[in-house]
Each structure stands twice: as C-alpha cells, then as structure tokens.
C-alpha cells in the first residue's frame, strides 16, 4: 500500500506542476467566472434560473471538455513513459505493476477531478454569498455524475494507454472515441430516427451505453421532462423509466465501465513487455 | 546468480536473443560487447524482467525475474545509456527511490557528493532539467546507495568527463566485492581493468565468452 501511495503522490504533484494542469483548471473555473460575469444567474431561460440554471449551464459544457480533457491528459500517462524510457527506470526499483499501475490511476484521477469538483464549489460559495437560493439537489447531483464520468473517461484512457506503443497513436485513438461518443450523443441518433433506418430500441440501447448520453440526460433530469428542452432520445428515456432509477443508472454505469476498461488495461499492461 | 536458460526473444519476424544460455556468479564482473542491434540491450532488459520471452527463462538466485519481479528487483541497481526524462525533482527522485527500494537517503547524497554532484543546490530542480552529465552522476549515486548484489551499467559514462569517469570508476572499485557487475559497453579499454569475463554478442547470440 505504500508503494500505491506513493505512485499516487508522486504522479498528483508531477501533473499539478504541468502545464495542461494549469490549462485545465483555469478553462473550469474560468468557464464559472464567465457566467457570473456575464449575469447567468440573473437570466432566466425555460424556467432555469440562478444558481440552477448557471450549474445546468457548467454541466452542458462540461459534458462536451471534459472527456477530452481527460483523453490527452491521461492517454499519454504509460505509453508516454514507454516511449521515452521513464518506464525502463522507474520500474527497476520493485514497485509492483499493480502498485505502478493503479497508484497512477488514482494520482491522475484526483488531478482531473479535484478542479471540475472546485468549480462547482466556487459557483456555489460565490452564489451563497450573494444571497443565492442553493440547489444542493442540483450540486451532489452533479458532483456524483462529474466523479462517475471522470470514472469511465479515465479508465478508457488508461486502457489504451496500456496497449498503444506511441504517444501519436494514443492521442488519435483517443480523439476518435471523443468524437464517435459525442456524435452518438444526439446529433447522430436524431438523425437516425428522422431517417427511421433502424428501430428505436436499438436507438435507445445506443443511448444507454454512452456514457456521455447518460450525463447528459441524468443532468437536465431534475427539471421539467419537456421534449424541446431534452431531445428525443433523452425524453423517451425518461419517459420510460423512473427518474431515480435512471439517475442511480446513470451514476453506476460510467463507474463500472471505467472500473472494467482500468482493470482490462492492467491485465494487458501485466501481460506485455513492459518497453 | 544469474541463470539466462535458452532464452529466445522475437519483435515481429526479427529474433533479437536467439537461444541464449549465460551464467553470471558472484565475483564476476562482465563487460558484454557486440555491434549495435547484437541484442546486449535486450538481454539486460530480460534480466530485469521487461520482456516476455519467447522461450527461454532468466532466474536469479533462483526466482524467475516475470513472476518475482519485485524480489528479483530488490537486488539489482540499473543505469541505462540515456537518462530518461524524469519530470520529478531530485528531492522526489529520492523519496521514489528511498520508499521504494529502501535505500538511504543520506548514502544518495554520500555518493553524489563523492561524483562531485551537488544535490543539496538541485534538491527542487526537475531531474530532466539537469545536465547529461549531471543525471548520469545522479543515477550512478542511486545505484551504488542501492546496495545491490547486482549491478547493471548500460554504457554508464557515455555522459561523465573524464575526471567524473575517474571517480566513478573508484567507487565501483570499492563496491565490487560479492557481487555481479555487468557493463554494456563499447570501449572495452575503459573497464578492462574491472572486469574479469568478456562477452561478445552478435545477431543474437554469445559468440564468445571469455574469463580473465
């Protein structure tokens, strides 16, 4: 356990001194400074409004940055040390794969979720003491769908990382499934329904395994289920299931499919040459 | 203490060790030598358990270096040629190493000192910041501070002027008895005077073995 610790440490304050790191935190909280700025809280649009509506707008966006965020970031972590002999090194000491392996996961997940997580509690802080009503339904919501989609985006970084020999093809792979889940998100699936080229279960179950869809729904849930607001896809789904069920789906979900990514990246970290 | 048993390794079509079989014993200081592509790099990196064979097995003292690998590793320090470049600071670097591998700190900052290097005035510095010269003096304290039955250079002065090879060569001087020195090298005249059993190795194989 020491080991793990130590890996975990030692990779959190190599990320923090980064510089992505700093690119990271300052577009979240600068994303939250913006809003404020530019009166978010003040507007009202479809019946969101102060604080509700500013988180509602963080999410949206997050949705779309923050899995590639953490895809650049993270998909380099092994490969990025295989390419450049860090690994031949580091790994003459006896330090276990496990310990290695996992200690980095849980240095890195820290560094890419402590920053969304402190955006939130600048917005809520700042909305508190101008007096603010907090939507604290709203705010754990979100900090469990933020941690749980940081979760699945981690673990499928660090699976391709533990397969792909160069930092090049990492990132490309990487680009690809942001690209491919976020075309699946609506813009792909509406027009598959517009076109009625396949049946709509296959649409929903579509749906259903993308975790980005997932947020995205399990994020505008808590308000009024109306078509305009949440789409097709998303209002079928709500339609179709209770609110809290999909909800607790919606958070078990991306955690156990980052958990199943990590662990078959370790197991094919384990079994291949480490350089 | 090393035991290299019939060990094949293949990338792609290209066989890079081609049923090699080796013993290394205590006392033995082996300076292993061959052209570039011979399989000297692969061999090391299989002693120290990288490689998945793909026939073959390395044991040392007994334990296989894939399945013990973090035993097998308590007792071997490693240089490689080109220091990586570690983005942790020497103050990181040592606590990595002291956690890790249990190696004192102060033998760290013992040995810098007796290289010349001045780790105290670089404690926060990030390791890929210092000089070529400066790394290889720092991994050359952490293996010797390392206290190991085994030690592998993979061309370890490639980096030091000669006054830092001088000192270098003293300490392993004093540190070689009851252990295994293994140097990959070119320039064989530099350790001929530590070592005592010379290999040469070409297209994947031992084509000569020779003790002094």
């Known amino acids: ?8 440490y030692l990779d959190l304050k190599e990320s923090i001194r980064a510089k992505w790191f700093l690119v ?111 939507p604290w339904s709203i705010f754990f919501l979100y900090t469990g769908l933020l941690f749980s989609l940081s979760s699945a985006f981690l673990g499928i970084a660090f699976f391709i990382s533990s397969f792909v020999k160069s930092s090049e093809v990492a990132l490309g792979i990487a680009f690809f499934i942001w690209i491919f889940l976020l075309a699946f998100i609506d813009i792909a699936l509406i027009s598959l329904m517009l076109q009625q080229r396949i049946n709509q279960e296959l649409i929903i179950f579509i749906a259903m395994i993308n975790p980005m869809e997932l947020f995205r729904v399990a994020a505008i849930s808590l308000f009024d289920p109306e078509l305009t607001v949440m789409g097709p896809v998303a209002f079928y789904i709500l339609d179709s299931m209770s609110q809290s069920v999909f909800v607790l789906l919606s958070i078990v979900y991306p955690l156990v499919l980052g958990l199943f990514f990590a662990l078959l990246g370790f197991s094919i970290f384990q079994k291949k040459d480490l350089v | ?23 290394f014993k205590k006392n033995e200081s082996i300076a292993l030598m061959g052209a570039n592509g011979a399989g000297k790099t692969t061999l090391i990196r299989s002693i120290l358990g990288y490689y998945h064979p793909d026939n073959g097995e390395v044991l040392i003292n007994g334990l296989d270096t894939i399945k013990e690998r973090v035993k097998v590793l308590e007792n071997i320090s490693f240089v490689p040629q080109l220091p990586p470049p570690i983005k942790l600071s020497l103050d990181e670097l040592m606590q990595y190493i002291s956690v890790s591998a249990k190696v004192q700190r102060d033998l760290i900052l013992y040995y810098a000192n007796e290289m010349k290097l001045d780790i105290n005035a670089n404690l926060h510095k990030s390791f890929f910041k210092l000089s070529g010269g400066m790394k290889q003096k720092m991994l050359i304290a952490i293996s010797l501070a390392k206290k190991s039955d085994i030690i592998i250079y993979d061309e370890p002065t490639a980096n030091l002027d000669p006054n830092a090879r001088d000192d270098f060569y003293r300490l392993l001087k004093q540190n070689e008895e009851e252990k295994v020195l293994l140097f990959v090298t070119h320039r064989l005249e530099e350790v001929k005077d530590l070592v005592n059993r010379q290999i040469y190795m070409d297209l994947g194989k031992i084509i000569s073995d020779e003790k002094a």
């Open chain 1, 24 to 134: 990271y935190s300052l577009v979240f909280g600068g994303l939250i400074a913006l809003f404020f700025i530019a009166g978010v809280t003040e507007s009202q649009v479809m019946g969101f409004s102060g604080l509700s509506r500013l988180l509602l707008m963080y999410i949206q966006i997050t949705i779309v940055i923050l899995p590639i965020f953490i895809l650049i970031t993270t998909v380099r972590s092994i490969s990025g040390d295989r390419d450049n002999h860090i690994l031949e090194y580091m790994l003459s000491f006896p330090i276990s794969l496990k310990q290695y392996y996992w200690g980095k996961i849980i240095g890195r997940f820290i560094t890419v979720y402590l920053p969304v997580l402190f955006a939130m509690v600048i917005a809520v802080v700042y909305g508190f003491i101008k007096g603010d009503a907090i």
């Open chain 2, 1 to 23: 203490m090393i035991k290299v048993s019939q060990l094949t390794k293949k990338f792609g079509a290209h066989v890079s060790l081609d049923n090699v079989s080796c013993e």
């Open chain 1, 1 to 8: 356990m020491k080991n793990l610790y130590l890996i975990a």
